[in-house]
């Protein structure tokens, strides 16, 4: 490699268009590139090559402001210095992709570090947005590890159903309970659904897609403010010029993630995803971000530098508002200011401009949003680390359980935060659709819903599936949550206080593979543990007669991702490819 500290810099990209060794080579390259007139001078002229990974497509509608705002990218690369080059980031959509959208986030990872490493790029743009969008551009930035930053793609407008706020996803858990009750008709089902998106962008909830990019944002890969920003306001088109600008001297300064993605950092996000009332899906992508860095985030970290933290975010789904309101009331700078003034930021963090995170706190302009810290709307607001026999690691979000969930079962008067249920199991979400309102099944108020077979290897993928809602004749006596739990995942968008994430799933044999309808669960929060109540000598008999589901792997992709995936506790990496790091510096063969 060039030495880049030099003023004469010689960047990466000038080892296939500057190569006087190989002029043979270094012809065709630049021949190929004047295919659509790119000349020689510019690829010659020594300036920072920067790809604009997009990810925005009419299959990914979530990510589409990308494909109108891309030419501002460019203007600020090419004011800067720089020499753009967009190309596709394999599509991702949460809602629309069977089985699920988690299947592609390591799909469009690998595609980015085969992109990133086999051409010529001493930079990326990594536009971002819907759920897995965001982690996949950022894992692969940590492998490679040339300079990299984010640009957002931004919330949707906010949303009306009626007279009031409509939030993306948490509508429809909501339109799907008035369904069932018979509240609403089919025409209203879908009048909900629709009414929850007013314009292009992600959703405006604080789901995946808006805490991913806050997470973004706090991690010091995009620039200040970026993440709220919804995405059709001027502020968007303008933040992707600033954005192509600062890649360009990102370049210049040689600032990678490495120096960007430290365990500071991750212990930053960690809390903002506490103080934001964040998706816990958050846990299984920061911490497969962090893997591929080479750093060790566990789940228990999460508990450890996130629950002791309050909600301060009052977004829906833990709370009212939506993305226009969060970005209004300061957005990520006002959570950052929030937790500086808890002693909790790690101030000395690096970001993109070079400036550290510490400086890019501003107050609130908006009570109602954002909470003071010193009155929170909830203390103790953080994902606990579960365990037991029945699993080894889960988590639980605790800023979304409700007053009523919490007075059914955790304010037992003699065993505050302990309560037994019997066990409703269903394999997968098919089997739980089909037998959720089944009589015989004699569901109550007593019962734990669990799900298995939703796993990274049981689904393929993890299935978004946990938040299971009670039967009917429950929601019709009012009762609208029962206690959830399994070895899938559920939507950030989603309200449900369930135990999530269990590893090691069923699928790989894992204890919750020998759990059976009517065992009694024992839910222990305080000692953050969940045993069931069943002798060793009947599991080990259970253990005995048990034999693997058999596996419906549909496509040659499914098989390569069963193969090769580790647990969610860890983040659902390719365990192969967390041992790959600077993958950037490594050049090609011609
Ligand atoms: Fe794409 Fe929510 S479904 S952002
Ligand atoms: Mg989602």
Known sequence: MADNKSSSKKFRSQLWFDNADDIGMTSMYLERYFNFGLTPEELKSGRPIVGIAQSGSELSPCNYIHTQIVDRIRDGIRDAGGIPLVFPVHPIQETGRRPTAALDRNLAYLGLVEILHGYPFDGVVLTTGCDKTTPAAIMAAATVDIPAIVLSGGPMLDAYWRDRLSGSGTTHWEARKLHATGEIGDEDYIGMA???VPSTGHCNSMGTALTMNSLAETLGLSLKGCASIPAPYTERAAMAYRTGKTSVQMVFDDLKPSNILTRAAFENAIAVNTLLGGSTNAQVHINAIARHMGLDITVNDWETYGYDLPLLVNLQPAGEFLGEAFHRAGGVPAVLWELQQLGKLNSDALTCDGNNIGSRTTETRDRRVIYS????????????SMRGNLFDAAILKTSVIDADFSRRFLEHPDHPGKFEGRA??????????????????????????????????????????????????????GISSLPTMGDGRQSG?????????????????????????????????????????????????????WRPEDLDTQTPWQQIYRD????????ACFEMAVDFESVGTKIPKH
């Open 493 to 545: 968008t989603s309200g449900s206080p369930s135990i999530l994430h269990i590893t090691p799933e069923s699928a790989i044999g894992g204890p919750l593979a020998l759990l059976q309808n009517n065992d009694i669960i024992c839910v222990d929060i305080p000692n953050r543990r969940v045993d069931l109540k069943v002798s060793d000598a009947e599991m080990a008999d259970r253990r005995t007669n």
């Open 424 to 477: 409703i199991v269903f394999e997968g979400s098919a089997d739980y659709h089909a037998r959720i309102n089944d009589p015989d099944l004699n569901i109550d108020e007593s019962c734990i819903l669990v799900i298995r077979q939703t796993g990274p290897v049981g689904w393929p993928g993890s299935a978004e599936v946990v938040n299971m809602q009670p039967p009917d004749h429950l929601l019709k006596q």
């Open 564 to 571: 090769n995936v580790g647990p969610l506790s860890t983040g």
């Open 194 to 196: 629709l009414s929850q």
């Open 373 to 384: 810290a010193d009155a929170p709307m909830k203390e103790q607001a953080g994902f606990l």
